[in-house]
């Protein structure tokens, strides 16, 4: 299985990426970037709820800024069989999020939301 992580940023793709493959491993998985039957790709959008805010970019701490951005993240989750490209499953995780832009990029709170998520979603996944 290989991971292909699109469109999330650089900032939490690491430890978003090392979550997911902990919770896919506990499915008795294992990540192989070279010989690989599936890839796992990984989608960040983000929803702005303020019309108001769509210019602000939540993920650059700006001093200047102090009103408090709400929006929804979403991080959708693919996985397709290399050969085919077939889609195995899919399934999704979301967060409606109240902050000051950089306020929530605290990986040390973020990691066990996100360990938990994922868990949860894959639960769905047929084990090996």
Known sequence: MVWKPET???SLRDYVVAEFDAAFQEK?????DRIN?????????HVNL???QQRI???IRMES?????NYIAVLEIEIVETATNNRVWAGSISRIHQVTPGEYMHEAR????FSGAFSEVLASYPAR
């Open 110 to 113: 973020a990691r066990p939301a």
């Open 8 to 10: 999330c940023r650089c």
């Open 65 to 69: 800024i102090t009103v408090e951005l």
């Open 37 to 45: 039957d599936i890839r796992v790709l990984l989608r960040y959008n």
């Open 57 to 59: 970019d939540p993920f």
């Open 28 to 32: 008795g998985l294992q990540r192989d």
């Open 50 to 52: 303020d019309p108001e």
